[in-house]
């Protein structure tokens, strides 16, 4: 399968950025890697085929993104601060310089219209990425998400960490103009009950309760017990919730 590739030298990073581009109309859909990964990562563990109907029909774009987790949350070297001030830079270029090359590429009619997407901690990622800039997009698909960032940092917790944890910015979130539009943007949460999900699953009820104490509609889909936290089940997910945001093959 391929893609087309790109790097250009991010201003806000201040090194290259990668990522790859699958499909060549439709609706855009920006991909997150899970922790530590690589844009290449959503191709070569088969979430770019099981789109592929998709990509075929025209009616889906996937972007998929570099990340740098070894350089901000799970850098265990650096300073929780500091881990925040690359996350933050990692978070402009993707706004600032991301979003727009897509915008170049998929001339939407509506300025949000762009999903973000995730698994395992690419979820947080997608999420976060909604959650501060609900005018950059309209929905996200969190696969098996993490959405605090005391998997890494414990309860070691600064303004500028807490302003990267939706599990603790959120519930103090009171600006219309943020709420507004979280409240017209389509949330999905989705987690298995099988194996490794286990504080995937208490994460997702975690953010599904702080979105409804907020009045910010949302859907949280829990998968059986057989559903572990791997690419087979992400791959069934994907395809199943992009058709529920009206995306079919057919």
């Known amino acids: 399968m391929s893609g087309e590739y790109l790097s ?39 979430m770019v085929a099981a789109c592929q ?51 170049a590429r998929c001339r939407a009619s509506e300025p949000r219209d762009l999903i973000v997407t995730g698994c395992s901690f690419g ?9 501060r800039h ?3 997009c309209n929905a996200v698909i969190a696969l098996s998400g993490i959405y605090s960032l005391n ?5 070691y917790c600064d303004r500028e960490v807490y302003l990267n944890d939706p599990l603790r910015y959120l519930p103090n979130l009171t600006d219309a103009w943020y709420l507004d539009r979280l409240k017209a943007s389509r949330i999905i949460l989705c987690c298995g009950q099988g194996a490794w999900e286990e504080y995937c699953l208490q994460q997702s009820r975690a953010l599904a309760a702080t979105l409804q104490a907020k009045d910010i509609p949302y859907t949280l889909d829990l998968w059986g017990h057989d ?5 087979p089940w992400w791959q069934k997910q994907i395809v199943y919730f992009l058709g529920k945001l009206g995306l079919a093959a057919s």
Not at 26 to 41: E, H, Q, S, W
Not at 57 to 83: C, M, N
Not at 151 to 155: E, P
Not at 227 to 231: A, C, G, Q
């Open 134 to 136: 609900p005018d950059l």
């Open 53 to 103: 109907p998709l990509l075929d029909a025209g009616k889906l774009t996937i972007f998929a993104v570099d990340g740098v987790d070894a350089q901000s949350w799970a850098s265990e070297s650096a300073h929780p601060y500091d881990r925040a001030l690359r996350h933050n830079q990692y978070d402009a270029c993707i706004a600032r310089e991301v979003v727009p090359l897509i915008r």
């Open 227 to 231: 559903v572990y936290h791997d690419w």
């Open 123 to 131: 979820a947080y990622h997608a999420a976060h990425f909604l959650f």
């Open 151 to 155: 998997y890494f940092l414990g309860d």
């Open 8 to 46: 250009f030298p991010s201003t806000d990073l201040g090194q290259n950025l990668e990522l790859k581009i699958y499909g060549s109309g439709g609706r855009p859909m920006l991909a997150f890697p899970t922790v530590k990964g690589r844009f290449v990562d959503y191709e070569n563990f088969g």
